[in-house]
């Protein structure tokens, strides 16, 4: 099979915007995902040493039985687990894969079931991470599995409003990594990640589909909180799981300590809502 065919988009020559994403050229079947063989990590383009795939298994295993208990997602067998779990969380680290012992500190927001934090613990064994939930029984869940997988020592779960968190002098400022997939729409979130970078560090917008509006009221909101819109990828994830978009911002000066602000309020007011807004 052949990977997905990624186009990475210049941010400062052609905003973000992909426009016609080239389609997939002999894709295998299917069911060829349906378990961690070749095809898969043909198309991700990294292959998991033995521990990291007998990790990944056991994820699989620990997350169906913590679904019986808690329902935490619909996306855990054969390719539904594979593809839009594993690989959907993974192919946005391209190039921190190919570093995978370097020392990182990453933060996962609204990381639900679990993704794509313990997905990225297992394939960045050189990253500390923090997952961060608001519901107490996904956390529960969260933090069991990573304790069952041996990654407890490098994985911290928070059960915690992100706002709440994004104001903690142990947390703001401190990620190299910042993350979230399928969390508010892309202002809210870059305002509950930009406060965790370190001074070199990234947010990453795990995103689906991606228009002119979304750059625009992206860009708008990251004014205020002194950040900008590094980079932009689109690929269509393999056996036609559909379009994935990912959004990296970088920071331009340190966020001001206004941001994240209280409770709800992000979603309630996103940044950028308003031309002469002037929250900064």
Known sequence: GSRPTSRPVRAESRGCIVGRVAALAAMPEANCFSDAGPDLWHCLGWQPNDTQLSQLKELQALLRHWNSRVNLTRLVENEEFWIA???????????????????RRCIDVGTGGGFPGLAVAIALPGTTLT????????????????????????????????EITGQERSFRGRFDLAMARAVATPPVVAEYLVPLLAHQGQALLYRGHWSHDDEANLKRALVPLKAKLADCKQINLPAGRGLRTLVRIEPLAPCPKIYPRPVGLPSRLPLGDQADDKRS
């Open 85 to 103: 779990q594993v690989f959907d969380s993974l192919w946005p680290l391209e190039q921190e894969l190919r570093t995978p012992d370097q020392t």
């Open 131 to 162: 997952l961060v939930d608001s519901v107490g029984r996904k956390t529960a869940a969260v933090e069991s599995m990573a304790n069952s997988l041996g990654l407890g020592a490098r994985v911290d779960v928070r059960t915690e409003r992100i």
